[in-house]
């Protein structure tokens, strides 16, 4: 039995006998007020479970199916909905796949997982019958973070930074703003002693205690260029399709 025909039985079971919706049947038979969440017939005989304007789900009489989201597959309620459509097909399930940080939709079958995009149809056993899209990721952005450094050297900042860290009081501010433009211009040196110390003393517990946050400069530096070049990313394609 494949969806088409699973879908099909679904309709004539628990068909709306009157009302707007009449002639169609509720997707989760158990909660037949959640009219837009639907099981109907279309015109081309294909049996359809639309979740409220997208048909998430369309199958056919030779067992393939269809999957469209209008653009909601990221959504968690569109998801759930197009799981539990998925149970007429008998197999596979939509979720989050994350690769270098970066969050994008998945479709599992049988054992594997390819990246969703609105569009997809499979063969009644899962197979993928649609070319397959690849997954992203994200990078560091390594022509950005060379730039970044190559900035602070030609500045003045890195080789001021010990000489600023040594001297570092308790810093008064908790916050500054625009820190990365400061220090990547020789322009901005009169805040990079404010800088330095809150880099020294970031957090309420350090300057309570007049207790550096690290061991010395070298890891305070380390630690904040890590900081201003965290956002320096990109997104690439992997060249994976499967997972």
Known sequence: MNAH??????????MYKRGRNKGEAPADYTRRSKTHFRVIQ?????MIVRFHNADILSAYEDGHIKLHTNGWHASPTTRSAMNEALCFFG???????RLGGYSQTGIRMNGKTYR???GMEFAADGTPLTPLKEFTAKRVDRE???EFRADIKDSGFL???????AAAPVPEAHWLPRVKDAIISEYGANQWPD??????YPTYYHRGKTEPAHADHKAALKSFIASQTRTMTKLVDTGETVL
């Open 5 to 14: 025909t699973r879908l099909k039985q679904h309709l004539e079971r628990h």
């Open 42 to 46: 279309g015109n081309g005989g294909q």
């Open 91 to 97: 197999i596979g399930g939509v979720s989050s796949v």
């Open 116 to 118: 969703y995009y609105d």
């Open 144 to 146: 950005e973070t060379a």
């Open 159 to 165: 080789d001021m930074f010990p000489i600023l860290y």
């Open 195 to 200: 800088i330095v110390a809150l880099v020294k």
